[in-house]
């Protein structure tokens, strides 16, 4: 079973157009968008948002069907990794501060593909997509979003949009620190031992499938309150870190062939002496200084700083025998597909508690769209001022 940990918000009305009839002959789409960094006042609601256009050969326009809002958006709408993203952006310099505004957010999309740049062979329009949008591009808050075809995934048959909406982001992330940081995969992950630090939420939930998929004995600090969740998921031993110093508790199972840190803090300072030493071994944490040091010393000092960090704790861990990486987001097409596969081979998903509480209001309502706690999935954004409900 695969399985994403997330918070709902699904428009209950709307029509869907198409691209070729109505949006073609207009330049402008619904959308919600910052014109500045700031808190939850900064949003806004608009329906005059520039409509996306293909400029180059290998892109797509997607009609979002569904989206999705994930913590990093709450921190770049307070402008986390404003630097590092103005660079990717406009890699010459050659824009004024300030021209990503209006900026759109959000990196989860589930939707339709409406139009191909020439040298697209491997979609064409009306096929049911998937993406994890990178963070230095507008967002699916939209009617629609243009991405690279290389970002771009079919969307898993067995789902529908909304609950596709949950997964690329994080599944995007967990493959990219698993599987290419980390070094494990389904050829090599049999019976390796796998330490998840905080494995409830997102990028958790969706490592625990992954690896359990793949052979891999799993062990996940999380609180009581989340136990059965992650042991349903297929943990198979759960520390609980409200029970007492978590580090003492994971100090009396067998080492580890891989930990992947989501909390960061001091875990890092007692987390490497639980790998296996001089076995290959790594710790790879989610938790980087790189996009605060880029903010607050600017892009090439950050880079500096962060070189030297990591290059001085890689070369500490070494002489121990462990490695010590840091994990990034990666988008990637091929790693969706990868996850569409999981999912479709007989491997259901369902949103954990999605029913437990509802709420109904108006989306124009800010104080309803709870962006700041919450992860939201947007179905028909045609008729964004529609009915909603939210799961949380």
């Known amino acids: 079973m695969l399985m994403c940990k997330r918070w709902v918000l699904c428009s209950l009305k709307g029509q869907y157009r198409s691209l070729s009839s109505s949006a073609s002959r207009r330049s402008v789409m619904p959308a919600w968008v910052i014109d500045k960094y700031g808190k939850n006042d900064v949003l806004r609601f608009t329906k005059n948002a520039a409509l996306p256009i293909i400029h180059y050969p290998n892109e797509v326009i997607v009609k979002v069907h569904a989206a999705s809002v994930n913590p990093i958006d709450i921190s770049m709408r307070g402008g986390y990794g404003a630097a590092t993203m103005a660079m990717k952006r406009d890699p010459l310099n050659m824009n004024q501060s300030g021209s990503e505004f209006p900026l759109i957010l959000g990196r989860d999309v589930s939707g339709e593909i409406m139009e191909c740049g020439l040298d697209v062979n491997y979609f064409k329009p009306g096929d049911q997509v998937w993406a994890a949008i990178p963070p230095w591009k507008q967002g699916s808050l939209a009617e629609f979003v243009v991405l690279s075809a290389n970002e771009v995934s079919h969307k898993p048959k067995s789902l529908r949009h909304v609950e596709a909406a949950s997964i690329p982001y994080v599944a995007a992330t967990a493959w990219s620190v698993i599987v290419n940081t980390g070094g494990l995969n389904k050829d090599n992950g049999s019976k390796k ?133 840091w994990g990034f987001f990666a988008p990637s097409g091929p790693t969706l597909d990868e996850i569409s596969e999981m999912v479709d081979a007989g491997k259901e998903l369902q949103a954990s508690d999605l029913t437990d509480h509802v709420l109904r209001g108006e989306m124009a309502d800010r104080s309803s769209w709870r962006i700041c706690c919450s992860r939201i999935c947007l179905s028909s954004l045609t008729n964004i001022r529609s009915s909603f409900t939210v799961c949380v």
């Open 193 to 325: 031992r796998v330490l998840i630090l905080g494995g409830s939420g997102g990028v958790g939930t969706l490592a625990i499938q992954m690896v359990k998929a793949w052979g891999a004995h799993v062990t996940v600090t999380c609180s009581q309150n989340a136990e059965r969740l992650v042991r349903d998921l297929g943990a198979d031993d759960v520390v609980d870190y409200t029970a007492g110093p978590v580090e003492k508790q994971l100090q009396t199972l067998q080492k580890f062939d891989l930990i992947l840190d989501n909390i960061g803090g001091e875990t890092e300072k007692w987390a490497l002496d639980l790998l296996k030493p001089w076995n290959g071994a790594k710790y790879v944490t989610l938790v980087t200084p790189f996009l605060h040091n880029t903010d607050r010393l600017g892009l090439a000092d950050g880079m500096m700083q962060s070189g030297v960090t990591i290059g001085c704790k890689v070369l500490k861990h070494l002489r121990k025998g462990v490695h010590y990486r």
